[in-house]
């Protein structure tokens, strides 16, 4: 399909997305977090949590290398426990802000200090939550308390916001945890790198989300070197770990052959994905309207953000968009790897201010994921597609050409050009 075409028949669904996304935008949040204290006495039993079922756990980044490190478990829902670990089953089931910010505060998080060299600590608190970590299937267990439940919410840009927490004194399993025989391999092997295990673990079939809590228990790499992760490093680590694996894979790979245009749209963001043929090459920009997360005053400037890799990928750490950067360009890789070719890709995320509270860069990995499982419209290079897709962002054709190396960059082929 023709790229014009293509954009034509995006737009009456803009306009749907954009009533949709208006009558979903609420703070029924708040009426929630009330409630918790509630239903958080019912089920708990004198300074202890009995019942409950732990399906993820968290590591915390502050005081670092001495970490709060938890154990989540669901209070007083119906709901089963898997439901409420962070996976692109979200994506899939179509949920909105609202249904993760009440996923993520009905979770309770039974924490205590604990420092991050665990090399071979499978017992007491940090034992119990490695154990967790590493089933396959959420666990039953027993959780001391100590002090009384703090129901602040805490988010970020790239982890799944944070419910309620309580401090815990004691935990203990009331079933034997169901390991799957790879993460078994992982850990027997104490030789082992922390890269090449998310690698295999990867190739056996584990997403990144499963990776990512096995990384952040500590449960990876050389024996002596085995530490807690902050859930925050872990998830980057993971992306970007996983996605130079599949960059190695696409290295000899043949190039696409045509422009392509793939856009999605999920929870106030628009994400649209150019692969133009030739090498490796890859660019996240960050388009971010005032009144929008991040971008809070509602009548500024647009907030704009770009990371940029070429074919041999990058060597430093991306500040600017941060977590959102090895998210998408994981979506994107895999799509390559799928398909066994390789392209220079752009990814230019238009984040709306129907983005009204922030739930974690598993939206944006998932986003691009998904943007392959449609249509796509065709344009004859680059710079035409470029050209024809500014019109639909918030921005100029300048504005992006300062900011993308790609964009600034075509203007000196002249193929670009022809007609």
Not at 106 to 117: D, E, F, P, Q, T
């Amino acid at each position: 399909m023709r790229l014009d075409e293509y954009i034509d028949d995006l737009r009456p669904d803009e306009e749907e997305r954009r009533r949709c996304l208006a009558e979903e935008k609420s703070y029924e949040i708040l009426d929630y977090v009330d409630d918790f204290e509630d239903r958080f006495s019912e089920v708990a039993q004198g300074d202890s949590l009995f019942g409950s079922t732990s399906p993820s756990v968290f590591v915390g980044r502050s005081s670092y290398p001495n970490v709060s490190t938890g154990i989540l478990s669901p209070v007083g829902a119906e709901e089963d426990a898997a439901e409420f670990a962070t996976s692109g089953d979200w994506y899939q089931r179509g949920l909105g802000i609202d249904n993760v910010l009440q996923y993520r505060t009905g979770l309770l998080n039974s924490n205590r200090s604990a420092k991050v060299n665990v090399d071979d600590v499978w017992d007491g608190f940090v034992g119990v939550q490695r154990e967790i970590a590493i089933a396959d299937r959420p666990v039953d267990v027993e959780i001391g308390l100590t002090e009384k439940l703090d129901l602040d919410v805490n988010v970020d840009d790239i982890a799944t916001p944070t419910g309620p927490t309580a401090r815990a004194s004691s935990a203990d399993l009331t079933e034997n945890p169901h390991v799957p025989r790879a993460v078994k391999k992982t850990l027997e092997d104490d030789d082992w790198q922390a890269q090449g295990a998310m690698n295999y673990l990867y190739r056996r079939g584990f997403d990144v989300y499963d990776i990512n809590t096995i990384l952040s228990a500590g449960a990876l790499g050389q024996g002596q070197n085995r530490k807690l992760v902050p859930t925050r490093w872990s998830i980057t680590a993971v992306d970007d770990t996983v996605g130079q694996y599949l960059r190695g894979r696409i290295r000899n790979a043949p190039s696409i052959d045509d422009t392509q245009v793939w856009v999605n749209e999920y929870m106030g963001n628009r994400y649209w994905v150019i692969l133009a043929p030739g090498q490796w090459e890859f660019e996240l920009v960050e388009m971010k309207a005032p009144g929008s997360i991040w971008n809070p005053s509602p009548t500024g400037d647009i907030w704009m953000g770009s990371a940029h890799e070429g074919f041999e990928g990058r060597t430093s750490y991306v500040d600017e968009t941060a977590g959102a950067y090895y998210a998408s360009r994981l979506g994107v890789l895999e799509h390559l790897e799928d398909i066994g070719r390789q392209a220079k890709a752009l990814v230019l995320r238009e984040v709306s201010d129907d983005y009204w509270a922030p739930v974690g860069v598993w939206q944006v990995r998932e986003s691009v994921r998904n943007a392959f499982d449609g249509r796509f419209g065709e344009a004859e290079s680059f710079h035409r597609a470029v050209r024809e897709i500014v019109p639909q962002l918030p921005i100029s054709m300048n504005s992006l050409r300062r900011k993308s190396e790609m964009v600034s960059g075509v203007q000196a082929n002249l193929s670009d050009f022809a007609p």
